[in-house]
T-cell receptor, first 116, second 110 residues
Framework: GAVVSQHPSRVICKSGTSVKIECRSL??????MFWYRQFPKQSLMLMAT?????????EQGVEKDKFLINHASLTLSTLTVTSAHPEDSSFYIC????????????FGSGTQLSVL | QKEVEQNSGPLSVPEGAIASLNCTYS??????FFWYRQYSGKSPELIMF????GDKEDGRFTAQLNKASQYVSLLIRDSQPSDSATYLC??????????FGQGTELSVKP
């Protein structure tokens, strides 16, 4: 199957700093990528839809100025958590849809963010 | 609000038994349904997907869909300790978005 690469896998940062997470589709082009967040023992919650060459679409309640998304190419989407706070500590996962059946998602390996 | 509901468990079954995982969804417009397996600290991996009413079998896994009852299930036959994980049910939404349930933790005891 298609491969989605996500980096870093784990990051620890101080409160107030910004963290960038990269998501790459390695062997296919992804015009759309989805960013999810998952708190311990909870489900994946969709944060935003990243669209190549245009603005991201954010889900209700997600601050677009705090979670900056850039999808500058067909193989790369980035999520930047700006001015991170301890409550932003979570598991962030990107995904890209299968081009043949776009409801089948290929997930990145996830990024565990810990904000001190 | 569109929702997918699962029993969080944990569901404990002995090795070799059948594990039955259940899921209900609220949006009658959903046409596709997915079961993902997630090990602790890892991202989800797709186990099964089903679009039509009835059963779909793949190896030890069988997905069942009943659109009238808005119910999806996953059966795992001959459960193995390596099947111990959290299983996430998801329903397809608009624009390729998936709505996930909270997941059911499965523990298979040797």
């Amino acid at each position: 199957g298609a491969v989605v690469s996500q980096h870093p896998s784990r990051v620890i940062c101080k409160s107030g700093t910004s963290v960038k997470i990269e998501c790459r589709s390695l062997d296919f082009q992804a015009t759309t990528m989805f960013w999810y967040r998952q708190f311990p023992k909870q489900s994946l919650m969709l944060m935003a839809t990243s669209n190549e060459g245009s603005k991201a679409t954010y889900e209700q309640g997600v601050e677009k100025d705090k979670f900056l998304i850039n999808h500058a190419s067909l193989t790369l989407s980035t999520l930047t958590v700006t001015s991170a706070h301890p409550e932003d500590s979570s598991f962030y996962i990107c995904s890209a849809p299968d081009r043949q059946a776009n409801e089948k998602l290929f997930f990145g390996s996830g990024t565990q963010l810990s904000v001190l | 609000q569109k929702e997918v509901e699962q029993n969080s468990g944990p569901l404990s079954v002995p090795e070799g038994a059948i594990a039955s995982l259940n899921c209900t969804y609220s949006d009658r417009g959903s046409q596709s349904f997915f079961w993902y397996r997630q090990y602790s600290g890892k991202s989800p991996e797709l186990i099964m997907f089903i679009y039509s009413n009835g059963d779909k079998e793949d190896g030890r896994f069988t997905a069942q869909l009943n659109k009238a009852s808005q119910y999806v299930s996953l059966l795992i036959r001959d459960s193995q300790p390596s099947d111990s994980a959290t299983y996430l049910c998801a329903a397809g939404g608009e624009g390729g978005k998936l709505i996930f349930g909270q997941g059911t933790e499965l523990s298979v005891k040797p």
